[in-house]
């Protein structure tokens, strides 16, 4: 199999949910760490704009948003699917709902000062963050809650994982687990890693016992690539053939479109359209360092228009 290669950093949240991915399914990988901060000249070179972080390549295929990616892997590796087909409404609303709504409670309770620990190595890098996230939220479609709203939500939430789990199951919807699990443990991965809010997941000992199995999941690092050779890699291989279809008229395959996240960090990606159905968005990119590649995005929570 064509090395997966994540384009990450240690302490983005997203990224901690494909790591533990990565461990559950036993999948090898390549780590090919990025600044928490603009510029990304090689991540920026295969998307063509996107600029979330995680984004795995594939050899010339390249995943935006954790969505998608975990959908990609789930057809990889071990063990049962992340995405059980009996509960597959439950377990994608818990998930898209953590992604979003709880993500925002956990960034406000992430930055509280009380609860930074050494998230930033110095002030310099604390300010030159400020003024990156300034710049990718022009433009969102969200709101950050108050810490009082913050934590009245965490709270609220917290109570209710605690509840799900007081039948003795392992994992949030039965004995094994789902793309919810990853969802909901890389949020409070975020939440806690400042040390600050301990003593709330303390309090709750089933959702405490949850945390430490799904920790045990990101124990197992990639292998470090650099960025050129991760070029290189885009550039040896071929994009996978893609049907061409489309389910907008106004942007048949062939088009020059636009793609970008509808929510927040909405800088676009150009490229020519190659896909676009009820699953996926897929448009044809090239570049000089990267060849012709193909960037994949979830149709949920992005949007498409001519460029």
Not at 112 to 134: C, H, I, L, S, V
Not at 159 to 170: C, I, K, S, V, Y
Not at 210 to 238: K, N, Q, V, Y
Request: include cysteine.
């Amino acid at each position: 199999m064509t090395d997966l290669i994540l384009h990450h950093y240690p302490e983005s949240p997203f990224s901690e949910k494909v790591r533990a991915i990565f461990g559950a399914k036993g999948l090898a990988w390549r780590s090919l760490q990025v600044s928490m901060v603009m510029p990304r000249p090689a991540t920026i070179a295969l998307t063509g704009g996107y600029r979330r972080i995680p984004v795995l390549q594939v050899g010339a295929d390249v995943y935006c948003d954790t969505a998608l990616i975990a959908e990609y892997l789930d057809g990889k590796g071990s063990g049962p699917s992340l995405f059980p087909a009996s509960q597959l409404l439950a377990v994608q609303t818990l998930a898209r709902w953590v992604d979003t709504e709880l993500f925002w409670a956990a960034v406000t309770l992430r930055f509280m000062p009380e609860n930074m620990g050494n998230f930033f190595a110095d002030p310099a890098t604390a300010q030159a963050f400020a003024e990156d996230r300034a710049n990718f939220a022009q433009g969102a479609q969200v709101r950050r809650p108050a810490v009082d709203e913050a934590k009245a939500r965490y709270a609220r939430f917290l109570a209710e994982m605690e509840a799900q789990l007081g039948d003795g199951r392992a994992c949030l919807f039965g004995a094994d687990v789902s793309v919810a699990d990853f969802a909901v443990y890389h949020m409070l991965w975020f939440i806690h890693a400042g040390g600050g809010m301990a003593d709330w997941l303390a309090a709750h000992t089933r959702v405490s016992g949850w945390m430490d199995r799904m920790r045990r999941f990101s124990e197992h690092p990639g292998e470090a690539i650099s960025a050129d050779d991760a070029l290189a890699t885009a550039h040896a291989a071929d994009p996978l053939p893609v049907e061409q279809v489309s389910d907008i008229p106004a942007f048949p395959p062939g088009t020059e479109v636009n793609v970008a996240p509808v929510d927040y960090g909405v800088m676009p990606s150009h490229g020519t359209l190659l896909r676009c159905d009820t699953q996926t968005i897929v448009i044809r990119r090239e570049h000089a360092m990267t060849g012709a590649v193909n960037v994949h995005f979830p149709r949920h929570g992005f949007g498409v228009t001519r460029y």
